[in-house]
C-alpha cells in the first residue's frame, strides 16, 4: 500500500484527538513554514497526519503523483513507502502521530529510495 490522504477526514481537534485514540498513535504538533519539495525518501515507521492547517502536496514515490493535503485531510503514510512532502509556500500546521514514543527527528531522517532496492 502506498501513500493514502483521507480527505475532509476530520473538522474539529476533538475528531483527531478521538481518531488518535483509536489507532493508539503518539501525537506531537509539527508547523512547516517556507520550504522547497523535499527528495523521494522514506521512513522505518508507519505515519499519520492530520492537516490543522494550510495546505501542500505529497509526492507518491510509485507514481509520481502530488496529491493535494489541506486542512482536514488525513495522511496515511506506511513503514517503507517512498515518498516527499511538497513546497511549502505559507505555514502548514500538523498533528503528526506516531506509533510510539520515538524521537521524531531521528524518526523522520529522510532514507535513500536506492536502499529498498538494496535490501535496506
Request: a negative charge; zero cysteines; charged letters at 30%.
Amino acid at each position: 500500500m502506498g501513500v493514502k490522504v483521507i480527505k475532509n477526514f476530520f473538522s474539529t481537534k476533538e475528531e483527531v484527538l478521538e481518531d488518535l485514540k483509536k489507532t493508539g498513535f503518539w501525537p506531537t504538533t509539527y508547523v512547516a513554514d517556507h520550504s522547497e519539495e523535499l527528495p523521494l525518501h522514506w521512513h522505518d515507521g508507519e505515519t499519520h497526519g492530520y492537516v490543522m492547517e494550510g495546505s501542500t502536496y505529497i509526492v507518491d514515490g510509485e507514481t509520481g503523483q502530488k496529491i493535494t493535503v489541506e486542512k482536514g485531510d488525513k495522511l496515511e503514510l506506511p513503514a517503507r513507502v517512498v515518498h516527499a512532502e511538497g513546497e511549502i509556500k505559507e505555514k502548514v500546521v500538523y498533528i503528526v502521530a506516531l506509533p510510539g514514543p520515538y524521537n521524531f527527528l531521528e524518526f523522520f531522517e529522510l532514507k535513500d529510495p536506492a536502499l529498498l532496492q538494496d535490501g535496506a
